[in-house]
T-cell receptor, first 115, second 116 residues
Framework: GAGVSQSPSNKVTEKGKDVELRCDPI?????LYWYRQSLGQGLEFLIY????????KSGLPSDRFSAERTGGSVSTLTIQRTQQEDSAVYLC?????????????FGPGTRLTVL | AQKVTQAQTEISVVEKEDVTLDCVYE???????LFWYKQPPSGELVFLIR??????QNEISGRYSWNFQKSTSSFNFTITASQVVDSAVYFC?????????????FGTGTSLTVIP
């Protein structure tokens, strides 16, 4: 079946512009995560959605970052007034909700370059 | 607080050598989960294994084996007879119980290069 998809795969933008990154999780997965992976770094948690519960936004680095998940499916990560330090690969992952914690299924990522 | 430490940033081995990737974690939770993921050069992370905190049995899957020791808060990963295709970045992760908010904490990864 289809895995997690993300678009665009690459995005180059100018400093100060806003960008939107999209994630389509695996159908039926109720949990959705956004991570940021900077060059040579691990995965930095950004935000977590679980069903209709309020999202856990504790990882968002600043108020320029926001995310939505519409209808419990597609999610959009928005970065306003982009800065050069926002350049990174943004990864989305989804996971089925069960009684125990399951593995995440990752998308291919969006490589964001802020000039 | 939850934390995962992968002290080895980069490792290089010659093909057919065995290699162990270290992972040390911190948590006060009594129920938690440990994961290993592989990120090949193509970029997409791939799940390798999950262990829960109540199961300390070592696991072997082909050339891969995992050693979970609660006493030392470690979950090490060994590749036996390494192959070039094993070259990748490997991430260890700690997962908390569902309904505790953010559930996953990743280490910074170990980049493994297997030299032919």
């Amino acid at each position: 079946g289809a895995g997690v998809s993300q678009s665009p795969s690459n995005k180059v933008t100018e400093k100060g512009k806003d960008v939107e990154l999209r994630c389509d999780p695996i159908s039926g997965h109720t949990a959705l995560y956004w991570y940021r992976q900077s060059l040579g770094q691990g995965l930095e948690f950004l935000i977590y959605f679980q069903g209709n519960s309020a999202p856990d936004k504790s990882g968002l680095p600043s108020d320029r970052f926001s995310a939505e998940r519409t209808g419990g499916s597609v999610s959009t990560l928005t970065i306003q007034r982009t800065q050069q330090e926002d350049s990174a690969v943004y990864l989305c992952a989804s996971s089925p909700r069960r009684t125990s914690l399951n593995e995440q299924f990752f998308g291919p990522g969006t490589r964001l370059t802020v000039l | 607080a939850q934390k995962v430490t992968q002290a080895q940033t980069e490792i290089s081995v010659v093909e057919k050598e065995d290699v162990t990737l270290d992972c040390v974690y911190e948590t006060r939770d009594t129920t938690y989960y440990l994961f290993w993921y592989k990120q090949p050069p193509s970029g997409e992370l791939v799940f390798l294994i999950r262990r829960n905190s109540f199961d300390e049995q070592n696991e072997i899957s082909g050339r891969y084996s995992w050693n979970f020791q609660k006493s030392t808060s470690s979950f090490n990963f060994t590749i036996t007879a390494s192959q070039v295709v094993d070259s990748a970045v490997y991430f260890c992760a700690l997962g908390r119980r569902p309904n505790t908010g953010n559930q996953f904490y990743f280490g910074t990864g170990t980049s493994l290069t297997v030299i032919p």
